[in-house]
């Protein structure tokens, strides 16, 4: 979605008594599978990565509160229009680098103003070596390719396009991950009555103009992920974070086809964790057999969208409450509830191990400079 979290501002109803699928078990004592698990009282404790914020600004509290719940983040540039222009967000993520060392990584994008003019592709690589310069571990492809950006002739530019080749080869060379987010979830394609959860009903009915199932003359989602899985098979040294689920976030078995097919990409569940909550509230065997599968290849990500205004203690405590949320969904067993769609599902019940990969331990792997403290600020 567009860096507004849509499923912000649920809570989690909590059904006191245990999902028969998956009993509780003391957090440090071995279960009868052999494993251990985390209680909600680990939450502080247990250092977690987030790897799909948007923060801008001083976000003094925003940082306060990952502190207080033991948390690392990956901040991620996006060239979105209602987010401040990308020199000033590259900006303040450099600066939120330095004043938390170790805390807060970056990944840059790049503008498609002037697209079609001969010069775009050196003006974007320059772009991209300065921010790599700066410590980014990675460049964000972000929807409006396959969704808005349009050639002269009115042609919808797609991220296959040649063009961006010369970016994605200084990123393979860089060993940097592409982060890409092209076309939305499936329920955009979807009339109302069909779509599954209340925010993307909601989200659309508020933003006619990103509503696809309105525009059949736009591309299709089939065709925009096409493109992108083009790319992707012309480039199989790139790595790349599909983030939202690669976009297939309404069959955890299509994000398994996608991860198979691409040994070298990642997905993070940014934006997209009530999606998961959706299937396991029918099949949540189905769901936890797919995390356990692919325990090395997903990466935690709440796509909380914060500042520049950093005076609203509500705003921290909505992120702290969908990041708590999101711990008890994956960690425990209790039925739950949220205001996204009428069943109750099950925590997931993930080992600890797991949980170690999908919160921590997959994100250092693939961005393995990011939290590294950076060099002190130069004074000259
Ligand atoms: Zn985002």
Not at 69 to 80: A, E, G, P, Q, S
Not at 146 to 171: C, K
């Amino acid at each position: 979605m567009s860096g507004q979290r849509p499923g912000s501002g649920r809570l989690l109803a909590l059904l006191a008594i245990c999902a028969g699928a998956f009993p509780a078990h003391a957090a440090q004592t071995p279960a009868s599978d052999g494993n251990t698990y985390y209680t909600r009282a680990d939450f502080p404790r247990v250092l977690k990565i987030d790897a799909h914020v948007h923060v801008h600004g001083p976000a003094q509290r925003f940082m306060a509160q990952a502190i207080r719940d033991n948390f690392r983040i990956l901040t991620i540039n996006t060239d979105y229009p209602d987010f401040p222009p990308i020199p000033q967000q590259q900006a303040a993520a450099i600066a939120l680098r330095q004043r938390y060392p170790g805390r807060v990584a970056f990944a840059t994008t790049f503008s498609v103003e002037n697209f079609s003019a001969p010069g775009w592709t050196d003006a974007a690589l320059k772009q991209i070596d300065a921010a790599l310069k700066e410590g980014a571990v990675g460049v964000k492809m972000w929807k409006n390719i396959g969704m808005s950006l349009q050639d002269a002739d009115g042609t919808y530019v797609m991220p296959d396009d040649s063009r961006f080749q010369p970016l994605i080869a200084r990123l393979e060379s860089a060993n940097a991950v592409l982060l890409g987010h092209q076309a939305e979830p499936l329920n955009c394609w979807l009339a109302f009555d069909r779509m599954t959860v209340r925010s993307d009903r909601e989200y659309f009915r508020e933003h006619p103009q990103y509503y696809m199932y309105m525009h059949p003359e736009m591309p299709t989602h089939e065709v925009i992920l096409a493109a992108r899985d083009r790319m992707l098979s012309a480039h199989p040294a790139l790595r790349f974070d599909a983030v939202h689920l690669a976009s297939l976030e309404w069959d955890v078995d299509k994000v398994a086809e996608f991860l198979d097919q691409f040994p070298n990409a990642v997905v993070d569940v940014a934006a997209r964790m009530v999606h998961i909550e959706y299937q396991a509230a029918s099949n949540a065997a189905n769901v936890r057999r797919f995390l356990l599968r692919y325990q090395d290849r997903i990466l935690y990500g709440s796509d909380d969208a914060y500042g520049p205004g950093d005076a609203d203690p509500a705003v921290v405590a909505e992120v702290h409450a969908g990041w708590v949320d999101d711990w008890r969904f994956l960690t425990g067993a209790d039925l739950l509830h949220s205001a996204e769609f009428t069943e109750w599902f099950p925590g997931l019940h993930l080992p600890r191990n797991v949980v170690d990969k999908i919160y921590r331990r997959n994100a250092q792997r693939v961005f393995a400079r990011g939290w590294a403290a950076p060099a002190a600020a130069s004074t000259r």
